[in-house]
């Protein structure tokens, strides 16, 4: 299997086994003939296949269950690398990993100010060639590209619609990647991606239903139902930034009022400070800051709750209680088992987390809905490359009709 001309998974059944060997190997071919239901004949046929692709090895031998010990399959952890790429508002961070999503590489680079379209597809296309090249010095071919872009996404072409940290439209990503690189890319909103990851390795494995909601610069979701990224009819869906909480409250950078970002993002939870501060609240925030109101960020606003800091602890919970509205109205929609939380909040903690959950509980219909769990991630800072590059996994490990 050569970069370039790498065939995702036409047939159903290899799919189907492949995926059985990720998520049970070791496992013997005889175990893959019971569950799959499918003659220990094509089993063997397609396990041939999928060795000769060297997408999966030869591993110990199992137990014997009487006669000679089988010979287990495992996913080929040693061969073929797939690229995670997250464009955030000024960044672009990248892992690369190995099939089995374990991390080998991380990098960083920079977009430049307010860049045109041709700017940031080439910082995109720097960040890439280096992976390229990592892989290559590794002698690993890269089985894809995943790119997680902020904004809305269209994936089914591969391109960014609207990048509103950037105000840019229509950005041809998968084209221009594909062509410069000759390695399948993928395109996905961040979120969504974030979603996807938390489904294969964080804690929204094996649930049907969940939400991940991210809280940044801007509140997005990534909604998950009968196991499927759920889009929408023109791949908007999960725009919950722009619930309106209260119709009088602060104008939102999407022209209405009230919106919850509006409240409960980043720069929200800054302009919240900036008026407690105004109205003579006593806050380290001031010093971290250096007595410049324009510099506090949503990042010292955080050091100080957790210092102990009291303004600083009543704008999160505040933050906790906006989120908490706009997640009860999620909740009653949707009716997730889950709502698995991202961004700064997640390390801000229970100071977000109680009065959050305390509005959810009060606002949620009925005992069963209020059975939801509302957690943070676990995935750590790499989420989001993470979620880039499960695109390709997914796309691998799942029959496409595509
Ligand atoms: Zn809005």
């Known amino acids: 299997m050569q970069t370039g001309s790498f065939q995702w998974m036409k047939s159903l059944n290899k799919s189907t086994i492949l995926n059985l060997v990720r998520l049970k190997g070791p496992i013997s071919r005889a175990e893959i003939a019971k569950i799959t239901k499918l003659t220990p004949p094509t089993v063997t046929n397609i396990v041939a296949e999928l060795l000769d692709s060297e997408l999966i090895v030869e591993s110990d031998l199992g137990a014997s269950t009487g006669g000679r010990k089988p010979i287990m399959l495992n996913i080929n952890s040693s061969r073929f690398y797939v690229i995670g790429i997250y464009a955030r508002a000024n960044k672009i961070d990248a892992a690369i990993a190995n099939i089995c999503g374990k991390i080998i590489y991380q990098l960083e680079g920079n977009v430049p100010e307010s860049p045109t379209k041709e700017q940031f597809l080439e910082s995109l296309k720097a960040m890439v060639a280096k992976c390229v090249e990592l892989a290559r010095t590794d002698g690993q071919p890269v089985l894809g590209i995943g790119v997680g872009m902020h904004g809305l996404v269209d994936p089914q072409k591969g391109e960014s619609i609207y990048a509103t940290h950037l105000n840019l439209r229509q950005i041809p990503i998968k084209q221009f990647l594909e062509t410069e690189f000759n390695i399948p890319v993928l395109v996905e909103n961040d979120v969504r991606a974030l979603a996807l990851a938390e489904s294969w390795f964080g804690q929204g494995r094996d649930l049907a239903n969940f939400i991940c909601v991210n809280v940044s610069t801007g509140v997005g979701a990534g909604i998950i139902l009968d196991h499927k990224l759920y889009h929408g009819s023109s791949f908007a869906a999960g725009e919950v930034g722009h619930i309106p909480i209260d119709v009088e409250g602060p104008q939102c950078r999407c022209g209405n009022y009230g919106c919850l970002e509006a409240f409960a993002s980043g720069p929200g939870m800054v302009l919240r400070m900036q008026k407690a501060i105004l109205l003579g609240e006593k806050t380290s925030v001031w010093q971290k800051a250096k007595g410049d109101l324009s510099q506090i960020t949503g ?10 800091d009291r303004p600083a602890m009543e704008v999160l919970a505040d933050t906790g209680r906006y989120l908490g509205i706009g997640l009860a109205n999620l909740i009653n929609l949707f009716n997730p088992s889950k709502i698995i939380l991202h961004g700064g909040i997640a390390r801000a903690g229970s100071l977000v ?50």
């Open 299 to 308: 990042e010292m606003i955080y050091e100080a709750a957790l210092e102990g």
């Open 353 to 402: 987390i109680d009065p959050l959950k305390e509005v959810v509980m009060a606002r949620a219909l009925t005992d069963s809905v209020k059975q939801v769990s509302i957690v943070t991630s676990n995935l750590g800072k790499q989420a989001a490359v993470v979620g880039a590059f499960t695109l390709v996994l997914k796309k691998l490990f799942t029959p496409t009709p595509d």
